[in-house]
Structure formats: structure tokens, C-alpha cells
């Protein structure tokens, strides 16, 4: 896995084996926290037509649905994959990535 794109607090484009993938970042509360989604046909479609501009809009409305929240009714609730290998992958590339010097 590796990351694509970044837009600072707000999300990580990651890609794996050609499946792309979203980590938006969210916050409840007092506590910040990120929900990883793989991106369906129609979000990959969305994002390859209109580029940043869907994945802000995609990582706001995941924010905006809370799925952290308790009685959160969200979408992304059920398609978080912030468990498991690909979660794992994803946490792996995102430090590589920060860890590389600015250009």
C-alpha cells in the first residue's frame, strides 16, 4: 500500500494492488480519530472524473456523518476498515510517507 495524495487534516489517498483507498479524518468531541474506507466503483469513478475536489467533499461528508459517534446512523460506519491487515498497510505507508524529507 502506498499513499497517493494528501490533504493536510483532512485525508489520505492510499492505493493497494490498484483498489484505492480513503483515510478521512474526523473528530468527536475532544478526541480526533480517522476512518479508512476502500473506495466502490461509483467513489473511484467520482474522484478519476473531478480529482481532489470529490475526495474533500467525500472526507467532509464522512466527517459530518460521525461514525465514531455511538447512535450514528453513517454509511462509513459499517465500511471502516480501521481493523485488520488493511488497516495495518495503511497505518504503515502513511508513517513511511511522513517519515520521507519535504522536497
Not at 27 to 34: C, G, H, Q, R
Not at 52 to 66: Q, T, V
Request: charged residues 25%; glycine residues 2%.
Amino acid at each position: 500500500m502506498k499513499v497517493l495524495d494528501h490533504e493536510p487534516h483532512a485525508w489520505f489517498l492510499l492505493e493497494d494492488e490498484g483498489a484505492l483507498y480513503l483515510d478521512a479524518h474526523c473528530s468527536f468531541s475532544v478526541f480526533d480519530y480517522s476512518v479508512l474506507i476502500a473506495l466502490d466503483a461509483e467513489e473511484t469513478s467520482a474522484y478519476r472524473a473531478q480529482g481532489r475536489p470529490y475526495l474533500d467533499e467525500l472526507a467532509e461528508r464522512i466527517h459530518n456523518s460521525a461514525p465514531a459517534a455511538a447512535v450514528s446512523t453513517s454509511p462509513y460506519r459499517s465500511r471502516d476498515l480501521k481493523t485488520g491487515p488493511s488497516a495495518e498497510r495503511a497505518s504503515a505507508a502513511i508513517i513511511a510517507w511522513r517519515s520521507k524529507p519535504s522536497p
